[in-house]
C-alpha cells in the first residue's frame, strides 16, 4: 500500500493535518521518509490556496457611538469572499495553534503582543507565508515547491528512514 502509510483513513489524516499545522507553524519538523513524502503536495495545497487568495481584503467604514453619543468613524479590514472561503478550507485541513507565552514575558506584555488574534497559525499563513512566497514566484516566474526534504539516514530505536522537511 504505497501512500497509505499504513494507517486507517482517519488515522492518516489526523497525522498530516498535525504535521502540516506543526511545519506551517514551525517551518521545519523532523518525521520520517514516508509521511515526509505524503506531507509534501499536503501542505504546498495550503500554501497554494493562501498565495492566490490573500490579497483578497474588503475594506469597511463603521460608524459607532461612544458615550457622550458622537458618532466615530473607523475603517476595518475584512476578508473577502475568495479569501474567507479558502481560510475555512486551510482550517478544515489544519489543527488551530496558539501561540504560547516564554517564559520570559510578562503576561501583560503578551497579551498587548498576542491582541485580538483568535487564529494565529491563519494569519501567519495569510500574513507572512503567502506574501512572502507570492513574491518569490513573482521573481522566480514559477509556483510551487515551497517545501523541501531533507533525508537524514535510519532512526535509532526502529530502523525507520528518518528526514527533515522544511518550508523553502
Request: charged share 35%.
Amino acid at each position: 500500500m504505497p501512500g497509505k502509510l499504513g494507517r486507517p483513513t482517519k488515522e492518516r489524516l489526523a497525522i498530516l493535518r498535525n504535521q502540516a499545522s506543526q511545519l506551517l507553524w514551525y517551518g521545519r519538523i523532523e518525521t520520517t521518509q514516508a509521511r515526509a513524502k505524503e506531507l509534501q503536495p499536503y501542505v504546498e495545497k495550503l500554501i497554494t490556496k493562501a498565495i492566490n487568495t490573500y490579497e483578497d481584503v474588503i475594506e469597511v467604514e463603521v460608524i459607532a457611538k461612544d458615550k457622550k453619543g458622537k458618532e466615530i468613524k473607523t475603517t476595518t479590514y475584512k476578508d473577502g469572499p475568495k479569501k474567507l472561503a479558502a481560510r475555512r478550507a486551510i482550517m478544515a485541513k489544519t489543527y488551530d495553534l496558539q501561540e504560547k507565552k516564554p517564559f520570559t514575558e510578562k503576561k501583560s506584555e503578551f497579551k498587548k503582543r498576542v491582541g485580538k488574534v483568535q487564529h494565529p497559525l491563519m494569519e501567519k499563513l495569510f500574513n507572512e507565508i503567502a506574501p512572502k512566497y507570492a513574491q518569490r514566484k513573482e521573481e522566480l516566474g514559477q509556483g510551487g515547491g515551497y517545501t523541501r526534504i531533507y533525508l537524514l539516514g535510519e532512526r535509532r530505536g526502529d530502523a525507520a528512514e528518518a528526514a527533515i522537511i522544511e518550508l523553502v
